[in-house]
C-alpha cells in the first residue's frame, strides 16, 4: 500500500519548500510537484508540515525497576509515541550487575518484539571485567549497537565508578562505538538521601534536595574530562541544569566531541511540583534528575539554542499511581519515572517555535535529525528525501490541543504537562510507509515496528 | 557538453558516500551508481573527494582603494578562485560617501563581466539618509542583494558610526536582509595610528599596534549588541581576535543569531610577519585586521570547532610591491590587503583536516555550505544532490603542493603563504557544469562566470 | 569633645574584634580594651558593631537636570546620609558643554559648603577640547580631584563620543587619575525613545523598554575596551545588567584593572514597578539605568560576592511627585532619579548579610573601605585604625526597622524601599569625631562637613 | 635583643609608606618617624622594601615518599625558607593508611623540632573511619590544626576516593576547618600510566603525558563542587592548569568560596623540561602536578591577576640525582618533588612584579597576607602593625642575582629555577624578632623555629 502526501510544507532540518511526496514499500520514492500514484492512499496536506518522524534517543519501556516495573510496554509505549509524531524510539538496555549483556540484550529484543513503532537499544555498562568488553564487541559487530550508557548515580546498584568508565569509554573508543551518561554524582546522592532520611524529611519534597544541580554538574563535567582525556566523543543524556550545560558548552568551546541531551519536561516543568500537598501529584513527579527551579529552564533553552544541548527526549519511563505509592514513607523509594513520548514534539513546538526560541527547522533538528546523524541512523531515518525511510509527520501548526492524561495514549493516570495549551499538533503520522496515526486513532498494529541497526564510526 | 564524474567519494556538510555524478546543463543531473552518458565528458575521480565549490564570501577584486586599485580584476582574480576549487566569490559594493548605491552597485556589476566563476555582491553602507534606505530596498527587490556591510574602521572615509550602524541595521531588519560587519573602532585606530606617528613610528610594524585585538573586541562586541538591541541578526566578517571569537560565542550563547567568518590567512600566519627586516615583505602583509599574537590562532580554531566561527574567507584584496611602497615613509599609507583566493581550501584541509581539528565534512561547511545557507544561496549552491548547481571540486586528498607565489594565478608576486607545504589539492573543478579548471590548466573563459540572485529572509 | 565608643565589636574588611575607641580631635585616638577618657561622651556600644563610616560613591544632591533641581540639596541630603550611617559622599561637578571645568567646580563647591556630611567631587567629561585638558590638570593638581566621569548615553546633550572618551582617558592616564563612566549607549537609546514615542508608548512603562540591558552592555564593554587598549584604569557607575557584569569579569580575568559600582536600588527592586498603574508610583522609579528583570539581580549579586563589583552606591538623586509629573505625556522628559542614600547600609546588611550573601567584613569593604581605596582617600577613611578619620558608624544588628517615605530624611515623599523590613540599623553616626547622627535624631549642623582632597595614582 | 628597622619603605598587602620600625621581645613595638632604642641592633632599610615574611602554605620537609625521604629535612628546608624571606612554612602530616591521625601529627611534630623558621601543619585524610573523624575533632580542639589534605590522586596509596571526600568535607565544615585537595583524577593518572608503560615509554617524558591537564580539571571541579554541594569552603593546592583556573573562577562567579594555590615553579617553568636529553635533568622536574604548555602559565598568571588564585607556594619536596634514580627504567617511580622554598618570592618578584603583572602590594597579599588570612593566622601573620608577630623581610629590589643550585641552600644538587636572573631579593630575615638572615648568612638555629597555632572558623 502506497501513500501520497500531497501539497504539505515539507520541513527539514535545513530546507523548507512545498511538494507532494509518495511513500513506495516503506520509503520515500518520490518528491516532486503534481505526483499521483493510481493505488495510493491520498492524504491531503494543503496547508501543514510534513516533517521527519520524530526519534525520541531515550525511553524505558516495561522497564524492570527499584522493584516494580514501568507501566508503558513496547506495546502502548511506542503507540502513544506514534500519536505525538514520534517514529523511532532508543531504549536501554540494562543489564544487572554480573548479567551477561547478551543475554539482557536478547531478553530487551524479546520485549520489542510488539513495538508499534520503530527502536533500537542503547546498552548500559553496569559492571566491569574482561567478558563486558567481549560483549560490547559482540553487539558491536553482530548487534547494530553503537552506543553504551553509564549511570554515574545509583550506588549499590548499577552505579558506575571512575575506573569502570575510564575501562568502558576506552573500550568504546576501540570500538566507535559512542560512550552516553547519565550524570549524577552518586556518593553525593547516597549522602544527602541519608541525611535527609535521618532528619526525617520522607516526602517527596525531599527528592529535589537529594540532586542538587551541583551533583549533576559534578558529574556532567567528570564524564566529559575523562572522555575528552581519553580522546573519546561523549553524549550526555537528560541535561537539566545550568552547569552541566555549562560544562558542555566549556568543553565545545574548547574542541572536544560532546553531545547533550534535554527533556521536554525538564525545559518547561520546574520543582515547584515538588511542594505540592498532594502525595501523589508530587510523588507522580519523582524522576532522576528531578525538576529543576525556574532558572535552569533558561539555561536549557540558551544551551539549546546556542548549540550546546542538540537532542531532545523524556526519559519516558511510566510509573502509575500505585507503583509511585511504594514510597509512601520514604522518598528514595518511590520509582523514578515521568512519562512524555507522546507529548515531546507538541511541547518543544508551543514553548520553542510559538514562542520564538527556535525555528520550525531547528525543531526538526532538535526532534529528530540530531539524533539521527549522532547515532548514526542518518540518513536512513531524521530525512526527508528520496530513498530515505518513510517516517514521517504531517504537523498541524494551527491546530490547538490541551495536553492531559485524559486522552494521552500513555498508560498511566497522570501526565507532568497536564493542562497546557499547545498550538501545533501531529495530525498523521508514517512509520515505514504507512499511516500509523491518523486523527486521534493508532492504525499500526503491534509488531509493526523495526528494529534499527546502528553501525558504529558515525560522522561527527 | 556534460560531464560524468566516475567513481569519486561525493562528500558534503552532513554525508560522505561513493557515487557517480552526471552534469548536464549546469546542473546536478543524476548522482548514482555505474551511471553512463553517451556524450560526456568523463573525469575518473577514483580515490578522489567530490565537494561543493568553494564559495569565498570576501573578495575584493579590482578595488579602487588607498588611491590605487587592487591588482587582481574579476578575470584573474576568479581565474584564481577556480584554480583553488571556489566556484563563487561574495564581492563588495562599496559607494564612496554620498554616492547613489545603485550607480556604484551598476559600476560593479559591469566590472564584473569578465568574471571566470560565479559572483554576487554585498553593498556597503558608508553613509546615510532616506535615498540611502530607499536604494537599499530596490537593491533588494530588483538586484538579489541580501546583505549589506559596514565599516566600523576607516574614520574620515567610510566608516559608519552608531547612529548609520542603527538606522541601517533598523532597515535591513525591515527588508530581511543580513547586516554584516567589518569590526574595530575606528576612533582607536585613529588615535594609535597618529600617536605611532607622533612618535616616529611609522614602518609596517606599527601597523599591528595601531589595531590591537581589543580595537577589533570592542566593535565586535558593540555591533552584536546592536543588532542584538534592535532583534537584527549579525555576521562578522574577518574575525581575528580570541575577543571578537568570544563576543560572538557569549551573543550565541544567550540566544542571539550572529555569525562568524574568519580568513584562512588569520588561521596560520601570525604577527611576526611585521618584524621582517625586508620592508617589502612586512608591507605585503599589511591588511586589517592584522595578523596576531600566536593565541588568537588557536583561539580562532576553537571558535571553528565549536561553532562560534562558520565560514572561511580571504578578503583577497591583491596589491602588488610598487602599490605597497606608495607607504613607504608612513604605515598609514600602505594599501591594506594580502591575496588567498586561490589557497584558501588547501590551507584550510592541510591545517584543519590533516591536523584532525575538523572532519572532510565540516570541511565543506566550512568553505562553502555553511556560506550558501547565511547568504541563502543554498541549496542552489553548497551542494550535491540532483537540480543543484554543478558547481564542485574534485579533490585529490593525497596530492601534496607547495604554496608559492610562484606558482599561484594571482597576478602579485607575494604569497602569504609562501613555502607552506599542503597535502589536498584541487584537481579539477566544475563550474557551472563545464571543467574550469584541470590540474594547473584554467579551461574557462572571461565571462563565463553568472551574477547569482540572493533573495532575503534566509532561513537562519 | 571627645567621644569614647565602649564594648563594641570592631568590624572592618578584614577583621572582627571587641574594643574601645577613643576619638579625640577628629581621628581615631585610642584603640584598646578598658580605654577611659575623663572629658569624653562615652557611648555604650555592647552588643553593637563598630565599622568604618559609609562612603557612597555616587550622589546628585541639588542637581540641575532634565530642566528642574534635585529636591535634596547638600544639607538635606547630607543629613540622610549621615542617618543612615554614610560619612561621605562622593558627588558630581558636571559643567555643560562648552562650560569651563572650574567654573562648574566652584559652583558645586560653593553648594557644597552647607554639608552635613564631608564630601568630594568626581568632575564630568561632557565636551573635549585643549582648555578641558588643561583643566583636568588644574583639577588634579590644585583640588584634589582624581576621577573624571562620562556619559555615554544622553545624545544631544552631555554625551561623550568615542572620540572625546580616547582622548579623556588618555589625559587621565596621564594624570594618574581614574576615568569613570555610565555605561548606556546613547545612540540606541535615542533610537528606541523615539521608537515608542512615534507607536504613542508615552508612559513610564516605555522608559525600560528604551533602555535595554544590551545597551549597557554593549557601553561598558566599550567603556572597558577603550580603557585597556589605552592602558588606563576604568570604573563602571550603577552596574544594573549581568552583561556589564560579565563584560567586567572577561576584563578583570584577562589582567585589565577595572572596577564596578553597584547601586542598593538596583539589587533589591526589578522592573516590575514600572507596571504600577499608578503613574506616579511608576514614575517615581524612573531612573537611568532603570530597574531590570529579576535575573540581573541574581547576576549582580554574583558580581559581587565574586568580586566583579566592588562599591556600593545609590545615584541618589531626588525628584519630588511635582518634578516627575514634568514628563506626564512624554516618559523621555521624566526627571531620572531615586533617592536611598538613607537606606543603602541597611538594604545590603538585610539582603547581604542577614540573607548569607556577604560577611560583616565583605559589607564593610563594599560599602566603605572599597571605595576609600579605589578613589585614595584609604586609609584616612574606610579604616578603623589609630590617626584614621573618626567617621564611624555604630550599628546594631539586632534592632529593626520599615523603611518608608514617612519616617526617611530625604525631602521626597516617595521611597523605592517603602515597606521593606531591614534588620540591623544604624544607632549612632559619628563624623569627624563627633556624633552626627544618635537614635534618630540628626546632631550635626550645616557646614560641619568637609571637602576631602584625593590625590592621584591610587595604588592599584 | 630589640631590632630596629630604619628608613624603609613598609610595603603591606594595601598600603605603601615610609616608617621605622621596632621589634621588641618576638613583635612589632612601634612604627613610626625617627624611631630609636638604646639596645636595638639598628638595620638600615633605606632604598629598601620592608614586607611580612613570606608564608609558603606547601612544603614537604623530610617527607618520606616513594620509598625515600625528601633531603631537604625541617632544618636545611626552613634555613632555606629563611634566605629566601620566608619566615613560615604550613607543612603536612601524612598518615599513612590506618594509622592514627594523632600519632602521624606527633610525628611531624617531633621531626619539626629542628627547625628555624616558624611552622604549623595541614593533616592529611588519607583514609576514613569513625576514629579518623573523632582524631580530627582532636587536632582542631587541642593541636590548633583548621585544615585538611585530601589527595584525588595517588591509587592504591593515599587516594581519597569520593565517599572520603564527602565525608571528610562534613566533618570539616562541622569542625570550621577548611579542607584543601590535590586534584588530580587518581583513575585515570593509573590508566594512563599503564598504557604508557605497556607502550614500553618508561622515561621522564611519559610523566606530563600521564597526567595531563584535563585530569587536573576534573578533580578541580569534581572538590569544588562536592564543597559546594555540601556547603563547605574549599582550597586547591597548587592549581597548575587553564582549566582548574577556570573551575575556581565559575565557582567564584558562582558566589561559592574556593581558593586557589598556585606554585612559584608552575608559573614560569613548562613542560618542555621533560625533553631534557639528560635524563637526570628532565627526572629532577618530575613532580606531581607536572610542569605544563606555556598556555597554561598565562592562564595562572591571569588567575592571579584576576583573583582566582590568591596564594602562592612551592610544594618544596627535595629530591637528590640519586633518589631520582630510582624511577631509571620505570617513569613511575621516580620520586615526585622539586624545591623551591628558597626561590619563590624571587621568582614572583621578577616575573610578576618587575614584569607589570602585579603591584608590590599583591606581592605581598600573594606571598604572604593571603594565606595568613585563610589559614587563620592574621593579623598575627601576613602584617606589618603594632603587636603583630615580627617576622619581617627586608627586600632590596634594585640588587640582582642569579639563582643557581650552586648557591641555594637547599640541600639538593638541582634548581629548576636555575639560571634564571632576579632583580630584587630578600637582604635581611627577621623571624621572631630575630634577625634570622642577613646578607648571605644564616644567623638563626636550629630550634628557633615556632609551631604556631590556627584556630577554626577563619572569618572568609
Ligand atoms: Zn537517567
Ligand atoms: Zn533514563
Ligand atoms: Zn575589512
Ligand atoms: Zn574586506
Ligand atoms: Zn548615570
Ligand atoms: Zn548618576
Ligand atoms: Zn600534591
Ligand atoms: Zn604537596
Keep these: ?64 525497576f527499584m522493584g516494580t516495573v514501568a507501566k508503558d510496554d513496547f506495546a502502548t509505549g511506542t503507540a502513544a509515541a506514534l500519536a505525538g509524531g514520534t517514529t523511532t524510539i532508543i531504549d536501554f538496555v540494562i543489564p544487572s550487575p554480573q548479567q551477561s ?50 549511570f554515574m548515580a545509583y550506588k549499590n546498584a548499577i552505579m558506575a565508578t571512575d575506573d569502570i568508565l575510564v575501562a568502558s569509554f576506552t573500550k568504546c573508543l576501540e570500538l566507535g562505538a559512542i560512550p552516553t551518561v547519565h550524570a549524577e554524582n552518586g556518593e553525593l546522592v547516597y549522602h544527602l ?3 535527609l532520611l535521618e532528619q526525617g524529611v520522607t516526602g517527596p519534597e525531599a527528592h529535589p534536595l537529594s540532586r542538587p544541580s551541583s551533583v549533576e554538574g559534578e558529574a556532567a563535567n567528570r564524564a566529559i574530562s575523562i572522555a575528552k582525556t581519553l ?49 501523589g501529584k ?4 519523582v524522576m532522576s534528575p528531578p525538576f529543576r527551579p525556574k532558572h535552569h529552564q533558561d539555561a536549557l533553552w540558551k544551551g539549546v539554542q546556542g548549540g550546546a544541548l542538540q537532542t531532545t527526549a523524556t526519559d519516558h519511563c511510566a510509573f502509575c499511581a500505585a507503583q509511585k505509592a511504594m514510597g509512601q514513607d520514604d522518598f ?64 498541524d501548526p494551527n491546530q490547538s ?13 497522570h501526565s507532568i504537562f497536564e493542562g497546557m495549551e499547545v498550538q501545533g499538533v501531529p495530525e498523521t503520522t508514517l512509520c515505514n510507509g504507512k499511516v500509523a496515526y491518523h486523527k486521534g ?13 546502528r553501525p558504529t564510526y558515525a560522522p561527527f
Design 401 to 413: 490541543r490541551t495536553l492531559s492524561a485524559a486522552t494521552h495514549k500513555s498508560a498511566i493516570e
Design 1 to 64: 500500500m502506497n501513500v501520497l502526501l500531497k501539497g504539505g510544507t515539507v520541513v527539514t532540518h535545513e530546507e523548507t519548500y512545498v511538494a507532494d511526496i509518495l511513500c513506495t514499500d516503506g520509503v520515500i520514492a518520490e518528491i516532486g510537484d503534481n505526483l499521483s500514484a493510481a493505488d495510493a492512499e491520498v492524504i491531503d496536506a494543503t496547508g501543514k508540515m510534513i516533517m521527519p518522524g520524530g526519534i525520541d534517543p531515550h525511553t524505558h519501556m516495561q522497564l524492570p
Design 193 to 195: 538521601q541519608n541525611k
Design 101 to 150: 549483556l547478551l543475554e539482557a540484550y536478547q531478553q530487551w529484543r524479546d520485549w520489542a518484539e510488539k513495538a508499534h513503532s520503530n527502536y533500537t537499544f542503547h546498552v548500559a555498562i553496569t559492571w566491569w571485567d574482561d567478558s563486558v568488553a567481549s560483549e560490547m564487541e559482540t553487539l558491536v559487530e553482530k548487534h547494530g549497537v553503537n552506543s553504551f550508557k553509564h
Design 282 to 285: 508530587a510523588a507522580a513527579h
Design 441 to 453: 486513532e493508532i492504525r499500526s498494529q503491534s509488531g509493526d515496528g523495526r528494529y534499527i541497526d
Design 231 to 279: 580522546g573519546a566523543p561523549i553524549y550526555l543524556v537528560h541535561v537539566s541544569t545550568e552547569e552541566a550545560t555549562d560544562a558542555i558548552r566549556y568543553a565545545k568551546d574548547h574542541g572536544h566531541t560532546v553531545f547533550g541531551e534535554v527533556l521536554a519536561g525538564h525545559l518547561v516543568v520546574d520543582d515547584s511540583v515538588y511542594q505540592d500537598t498532594d502525595w
Design 332 to 395: 528514595t523509594k518511590i520509582p523514578n519515572g515521568t512519562a512524555g513520548v507522546e507529548e515531546r514534539m507538541m511541547v518543544l513546538w508551543e514553548k520553542g517555535v510559538n514562542d520564538g526560541k527556535i525555528t520550525p527547522n531547528e525543531f526538526v533538528a532538535l526532534t529528530s535529525t540530531n539524533t539521527a546523524k549522532i547515532f548514526n541512523m542518518y540518513p536512513q531515518k531524521g530525512c526527508i528525501r528520496v530513498g530515505a525511510d518513510a517516517d514521517l509527520v504531517v504537523w
